[in-house]
């Protein structure tokens, strides 16, 4: 390997190698550099993407722009939950503004009466997350709950705030702010997210809930 990877705890130093390893191309390895970068620092920065373009050696620019379609690969710190509105069109015309901007003024709230350094909670909109029966959908760490109203919203975000979860599970919030939902003959989950970075990798970011 050429890289010198300055950014990177030494156990993900070694998983840089394991997962180059496993393609045929370097290039190929991207995405799931990108994502061990997510993990390592909970966002993909600016010298991570350096690093990334010199371990798969392509361009910096080329491994931006693969960064920057995918809008899971943040590009600046997170608090330890995200909560993502969708306000694409069902969502929209069940009121998904309303419910956005009532977590985003109870997020700033509990912010400011905090003692973090850094604010706990992020609120985001993303575009349609698949649960347009569900409608508003809302996700906390990429962790799914449905039916969301303002009140509700506010109701979360101050659960988030006072409870901190180590684990969320969808199906937990579901049951304690969620409204109706769009499938509900599926399995209980008993596994959720244990941080900001989504949960499909196998490096740790799922875990069984209570
Ligand atoms: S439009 Fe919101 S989940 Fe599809």
Not at 98 to 104: E, G, K
Request: glycine letters at 8%; a negative charge.
């Amino acid at each position: 390997m050429n890289a010198v990877i300055g950014h990177w705890s030494h156990e993900n130093q070694k998983r840089v190698e394991a997962i180059i390893a496993a393609y045929p191309q370097r290039r190929s390895a991207i995405m799931p550099l990108l994502y061990l970068a997510s993990l390592e620092h909970r966002y993909v920065s600016e010298d991570a993407m350096r690093e990334v373009a010199e371990l798969v050696e392509i361009t910096p620019v080329q491994v931006h722009s693969v960064a920057s379609f995918y809008t899971m690969f943040k590009k600046n710190d997170v608090g330890d939950y995200i909560v993502s509105v969708c306000t694409s069109i069902s969502c929209y015309l069940n009121g998904a503004d309303d419910v956005l901007a009532a977590a985003q003024e109870t997020a700033e709230s509990v912010a400011s009466d905090s003692d973090d350094d850094v604010a706990v909670i992020s609120v985001e909109h993303v575009e349609c997350i698949g649960a347009c029966g569900g409608a508003t959908a809302v996700q906390v760490n990429y962790e799914l709950l449905e039916g969301v109203t303002p009140e509700r919203a506010i109701a979360l975000v101050n659960w988030l705030s006072d409870t901190r979860p180590e684990v969320v599970l969808a199906d937990e919030m579901q049951q304690l702010f969620g409204g109706r939902r769009s499938f509900d003959w599926g399995s209980t989950e008993s596994f959720g997210a244990t941080g900001p970075v989504p949960a499909f990798g196998p490096y740790g970011s799922a875990q069984e809930g209570r």
